[in-house]
Structure formats: structure tokens, C-alpha cells
């Protein structure tokens, strides 16, 4: 049986794709991840394919359009800079967009961490 984690932020087509796109380049066993929008926007953000770019993240980045919010699909559910009802809660504190990226990659670093612990190699 997979696990989910969910990331959301507010429109579904940066921040939650970032974390969802590294979360699942380092994935423990039997778990994956999904980004959602709490008001998903008609497509992804143009910037993201090349801020991921040449990034072990690149290869993981979610195909189709933001979708909107489901947290009964999910075993964890992670809101972006945004508040969510039963979410944890990460507030990034980076401006620029690559300290963005560093920054969300590292938070997702530390969650597969995590949810790895315990787990046999």
C-alpha cells in the first residue's frame, strides 16, 4: 500500500509542485506524493521547468494542471504558505525564487528523513 503526502499552496502551481517534485526524487519506500491548490490556477507556472532544471527534482515534476484540494486522499497533508484545516504548516522565509527552491527542497529533505526513520534498507 502506497502513503500520500499532499503539498498544497494556495494556487497549486509552484510551491506544492517544488515539494512534491523533490519529496517523491527521494521517496521512501511506499510513499509518494501529490500537489493540490486551495484556488488552483488553469495551469502551472512557467517558471518552475526551469527553476527545477538540472535538479534531481526535474524528472519528478507532476504532469496535467493544478488540482484542487483533497486531504482524504492523503496520509500527510503539508500547506505551503497557506492555511489549511488539519495541515502541518510551512511558512517559507526566502524571497528570491532559487532560495525558495533550496529552501522547500531542504523542509522535503528532512520530511522523506522523517517518514523514512525506522524503516529497514
Not at 499532499?6 to 509518494?32: D, K, M, Q
Not at 507556472?45 to 519528478?60: D, I, M, N, Y
Request: charged letters at 25%; aromatic letters at 4%; hydrophobic letters at 45%.
Amino acid at each position: 500500500m502506497t502513503r500520500t503526502v499532499l503539498f498544497v499552496c494556495e494556487h497549486g502551481a509552484f510551491r506544492s509542485r517544488i515539494a512534491a517534485a523533490y519529496f517523491n526524487a527521494a521517496a521512501p519506500t511506499g510513499w509518494r506524493a501529490l500537489s493540490a491548490g486551495k484556488e488552483p490556477q488553469a495551469e502551472v507556472s512557467a517558471r518552475l521547468e526551469p527553476l527545477l532544471a538540472g535538479t534531481a527534482a526535474a524528472e519528478h515534476l507532476e504532469n496535467g494542471p493544478p488540482r484542487g484540494v483533497n486531504a482524504a486522499l492523503a496520509d500527510r497533508v503539508i500547506a505551503i504558505d497557506c492555511t489549511l484545516d488539519g495541515a502541518d504548516l510551512w511558512v517559507t522565509e526566502a524571497q528570491a525564487e532559487q532560495a525558495l527552491r533550496d529552501e522547500i527542497a531542504e523542509r522535503t529533505r528532512r520530511l522523506v528523513r522523517e517518514l523514512g526513520a525506522g524503516q529497514m534498507p
